[in-house]
């Protein structure tokens, strides 16, 4: 037998050993499947069994319980219904007992409330009465304190009238001594001046002194420091004294804002200062005043020259600072400035 013969044949063999492995292995495999499935039968019936019992069992439990509560139910319901109507009795007791307590309290509450008023009125009735009397008290001695007070006030004017007085006088005899003194100086001037221009040619005639009597003076009362102006000379009637006149030239007096106290008088030698040309004086105090108002504007562009004008402080330190830096008189910036406001209100 060939090789391949035995190769086929042993193949033969091992199907054939195969087939009935399988077909023994399946059979069991079925046996043991029925066995199962009858296993699994009996537990089933086993189960369905024992769940009816237990079902039966459960239904007979929830029928007690079903009558276990009903009858707990109706022991409820007639417990509630005692506690209800016993309780319905005790509040009804308590309302009443309320009541009776309530109308007492109302009645001890309306005698105290009566007792309380007319402890009241008499307490307001007096206290009504003490004030009373307290303010009659208090309105006389506040009747006493302002008589005093108006006493004491009209004595105070009464001695301030007294001192201001005899002030005025004082102020008036200073005056008029400064006034003599400076008529006195004058005077010496133009005859110094008259002596040194014209020699001993031409007479000097003294002019007379004029001054203020002192009733006037203390009766006039005192002007303010822009206001003051040194009295103009008397003319006297010869022609020495127009030369005089227009020699004379005054020194430049700055405005004093606030009143100084009197001073002695003190006799100061008075420089002979040369005229000085009048025909460009309006012309630099023009120049001036326009520079001043331009200087104010560039602070205040609204601000106007009558605006200016009108100002009183403005006004004394415009005279004040042109009198001092022009070396002019503070009326001829006065003048300048009553003119530009005559030109304004014009055109």
């Keep these: 037998m060939s090789l391949q013969e035995q190769w086929v044949v042993a193949r033969n063999r091992r199907a054939a050993q195969n087939q009935s492995l399988l077909s023994r292995s399946r059979q069991q495999r079925v046996e043991r499947h029925q066995n199962l499935m009858a296993e699994l039968g009996r537990q089933r019936q086993q189960r369905q069994q024992a769940i009816q019992q237990q079902a039966e069992q459960i239904r007979g439990h929830l029928r007690k319980l079903q009558q276990d509560r009903a009858v707990q139910r109706a022991l409820d319901e007639y417990t509630r219904l005692e506690i209800a109507t016993q309780r319905a009795k005790s509040v009804a007791e308590f309302l009443s007992c309320l009541e009776r307590e309530r109308a007492a309290q109302s009645e001890a509450s309306q005698q105290q409330l009566q007792a309380f008023r007319a402890n009241l009125t008499s307490d307001v009735e007096g206290l009504l009465s003490t004030f009373a009397q ?76 004029e001054v203020e009597p002192e009733a006037s003076v203390a009766a006039a009362p005192p002007q303010p420091a822009d206001e003051i102006r040194e009295p103009a000379p008397a003319p006297a009637p010869n022609s020495t004294t127009a030369v005089e006149a227009e020699v004379e030239v005054e020194a430049p007096v700055a405005p004093d804002p606030s009143p100084q106290p009197p001073v002695a008088p003190v006799m100061p030698a008075i420089p002979v200062v040369p005229p000085a040309p009048v025909a460009e004086e309006p012309g630099r105090i023009l120049t001036y005043v326009n520079e001043y108002v331009e200087a104010l504007q560039a602070q205040n562009p609204d601000l106007t020259l009558l605006q200016v004008i009108g100002n009183r402080e403005q006004v004394r330190d415009l005279l004040a600072r042109g009198a001092v830096e022009l070396g002019v008189d503070p009326s001829e910036i006065l003048a300048t400035l009553r003119r530009m406001v005559s030109e304004t209100v014009a055109v």
Excluded: K, Y
Excluded at 144 to 149: F, L, N, T
């Design 134 to 209: 307290a303010r009659q008290v208090m309105a006389s001695t506040t009747q006493q304190a302002r008589q005093a007070v108006c006493a004491d006030l009209q004595q105070r004017v009464q001695a301030l009238r007294q001192h201001a007085r005899q002030e005025l006088a004082q102020v008036a005899q200073e005056r008029q001594t400064q006034a003599q003194a400076l008529q006195r100086a004058l005077t010496a001037f133009r005859v110094a001046l008259h002596e040194q221009v014209w020699g001993n040619g031409i007479p000097f005639l003294t002019p007379e002194l």
